[in-house]
Structures are given as structure tokens and as C-alpha cells.
């Protein structure tokens, strides 16, 4: 997987940056089609971090026209399950083991989730057959707050 996502990322790179965040997040909206049809927006992809938005448009939108809580949930496990993703080698499987989100306040218009990863935590997906990290990720909206914190775990297993 890793080589797959690697290649789509740094075959965009000559293009203008909103330009390529468009491009990417079409080809890999086609990969897994649920995160297209959310209109997810991979805004940077590096090894070290992904960043990750979604309008707050009708077709996320709950009953009061905020983003819905499965759609911020959606956020926060794309960014980081992508994270996990490029770091991974092609033989090794990325799984969501524990998704916890707490709500905590309404949102404000669109949102960004931030995954990360240190240099340690990518050592160890790389170098282990299988074991787990815990992601951190940061969800904002427009006014900056953190509606929603998260804790996102992620195994990685042999494709075999």
C-alpha cells in the first residue's frame, strides 16, 4: 500500500497545490469510495503528517446543517489511517483497531483533521510484522476550536 499511495502523492507534486490536493483526493476517493462520496480533501501528505478536510455541505450535514458526528469520525480516521498507510511497507495491512470520539461542543462551518507521526513511531511500522500505535490527530473547525478530540489505534498485520 504504501508504495501505491508514495507514487500517487509524488506524481502530483508539479502541480499547483490546490490543484494537486483536487487530483489526490479524486484518485484515492476512488480507492476506498466511501471517503469519496464524503468529499474528503487531502490538503498535505507527507510520512510525518496528513492533513485532511471536509466542507460542511449538505451531504454531511446533520439535522441543524453542521458536519454530522459519523462524517467528523470519517475525518479523523482518514487522516489517520492515511498516515499509517504511507509508512506502511506493501506487504503489511492497515486496520482500525479502537476509534473513540468524544463530542463536545456544536461545530462551525468546514472542518481539518491533522495526523501525525515522530520518527520513532514510523522506525517501528516499518521495521515490525505486525504491532499497533496510537495516532494522534487534531480536529478543528473554521473558528480554530476543537470540537471533537479522538483517539485513533491502528494494527498493521501481513497481507497474508
Known amino acids: 500500500m504504501s508504495n501505491q ?3 500517487v502523492v509524488e506524481s502530483s507534486k508539479w502541480l499547483p497545490a490546490n490543484v494537486r490536493a483536487t487530483v489526490v483526493s479524486k484518485i484515492l476517493g476512488k480507492v476506498v469510495p466511501y471517503v469519496g462520496t464524503s468529499g474528503l480533501l487531502y490538503e498535505e501528505i507527507t510520512s510525518e503528517r496528513v492533513i485532511v478536510s471536509i466542507r460542511n455541505q449538505h451531504k454531511v450535514q446533520n439535522h441543524i446543517k453542521n458536519v454530522h458526528a459519523a462524517a ?3 475525518l479523523a ?3 489517520t489511517g492515511f498516515i499509517v498507510g504511507m509508512n506502511l511497507p506493501d ?3 492497515p486496520l482500525i483497531k479502537t476509534l473513540k470520539v468524544s463530542y463536545y461542543k456544536r461545530t462551525q462551518g ?3 483533521a491533522v495526523a501525525t507521526l515522530t520518527p ?3 522506525a517501528r511500522i516499518e521495521r515490525e510484522p505486525k504491532g499497533e500505535v496510537l495516532v494522534p490527530v487534531i480536529v478543528t473547525d473554521e473558528s480554530g476550536g476543537e470540537p471533537i478530540k479522538c483517539e485513533m489505534l491502528w494494527a498493521w498485520v501481513s497481507k497474508r
Open 77 to 79: 480516521e482518514t487522516a
Open 120 to 122: 520513532e513511531d514510523i
Open 110 to 112: 468546514d472542518m481539518r
Open 72 to 74: 467528523m469520525a470519517l
Open 91 to 93: 506487504d503489511k495491512l
Open 5 to 7: 499511495l508514495k507514487r
